[in-house]
């Protein structure tokens, strides 16, 4: 089982980024898959998780973020708009029961 995360980068306050999660040797499925990030010096925070047809959000990102999925590709996405400095960190999808991860994908917000 592989997951590749990309689409990070460094982007001012207020911009946007769309980060990927390509997943393979695994069928999603109706599996739960999700994004975690973790900042410099700080543990590791919950995102999204998407679970058959039901997405949920952390009260940090809700309203600005959007994660989707596409189960033919087996891609998981994160549009994450309205950045703050806050959401600076490597982020992270995950699944399998959290017992698979990717290796992440900076965000920086200036």
């Known amino acids: 089982v592989q997951l590749v995360e990309s689409g990070g980068g460094s982007v001012q306050a207020g911009g946007s980024l769309r980060l990927s999660c390509v997943v393979s040797?695994?069928?999603?499925?109706?599996?739960?898959i999700g994004w975690f990030r973790q900042g410099l010096g700080k543990g590791p925070e919950w995102v999204s998780s998407i679970g058959g047809d039901k997405t949920i959000y952390s009260d940090s990102v809700k309203g600005r973020f959007t994660a989707s999925r596409d189960n033919a590709g087996n891609t998981l996405f994160l549009q994450m708009n309205s950045l703050k400095s806050d959401d600076t960190a490597r982020y992270y999808c995950a699944t399998g029961a959290w017992s698979y991860w990717g290796m992440g994908t900076q965000v920086t917000v200036s």
């Open positions: 040797g695994y069928t999603l499925g109706n599996i739960c």
